[in-house]
T-cell receptor, first 114, second 108 residues
């Protein structure tokens, strides 16, 4: 049973560029959440997707956008990259129909902005 | 989210039980308590969750007080591989907010 998979594992971009990160949820899961984790900090919630729509959003600017596909996989897009966007980006999946469904995380994409 | 409070760090001797406390005094009646851990450079790993009864799985035990205002995660026989940051979370719905957690160091 495949867990949450993310690609790429590492990425280096230049300020002002755009980046797309990808996530495949755990088998059977239909909800995908994205988190940003800066060095030495806990993960911070970016947004959550269910039924191909953004359902919840954290305190992140519009430069951060996402998409969920019919197969439940998801993308995170960040435009106009800033140095402060350097972080570990984590994807987590869960099952919507169970109120207490835990999140299952991938190992993240390490983004470095130079 | 119900606010959780955890000690910033703890040490535990290898082979001994590690008991990690968490206070969540503002928890509501239908809110669950979840525990995750994060080993350096990996994603958070789900450990266990519970509502009001004590829970046990192959990784750990979760003890929740009767008033539900605090809980303790127990790793019965800690190993060096259990060294990690442990997060106690009380989400509302599926919005999980991570605090700074407890950095557990298992010492040989």
């Amino acid at each position: 049973d495949a867990g949450v998979t993310q690609s790429p594992t590492h990425l280096i971009k230049t300020r002002g560029q755009q980046v797309t990160l990808r996530c495949s949820p755990k088998s059977g899961h239909d909800t995908v959440s994205w988190y940003q984790q800066a060095l030495g900090q806990g993960p911070q919630f970016i947004f959550q997707y269910y039924e191909e729509e953004e359902r919840q959003r954290g305190n992140f600017p519009d430069r951060f956008s996402g998409h969920q596909f019919p197969n439940y996989s998801s993308e995170l897009n960040v435009n106009a990259l800033l140095l402060g966007d350097s972080a570990l980006y984590l994807c987590a999946s869960s099952l919507n129909r169970f109120y207490n469904s835990p999140l299952h995380f991938g190992n993240g994409t390490r983004l470095t902005v130079t | 989210d119900a606010k959780t409070t955890q000690p910033p760090s703890m040490d535990c001797a290898e082979g001994r039980a590690a008991n990690l406390p968490c206070n969540h005094s503002t928890i509501s009646g239908n809110e669950y308590v979840y525990w995750y851990r994060q080993i350096h450079s990996q994603g958070p790993q789900y450990i266990i969750h519970g509502l009001k009864n004590n829970e046990t799985n192959e990784m750990a035990s979760l003890i929740i007080t009767e008033d539900r205002k605090s809980s303790t995660l127990i790793l019965p026989h800690a190993t060096l591989r259990d060294t990690a940051v442990y997060y106690c979370i009380v989400p509302r719905g599926q919005n999980f907010v991570f605090g700074p957690g407890t950095r557990l160091s298992v010492l040989p």
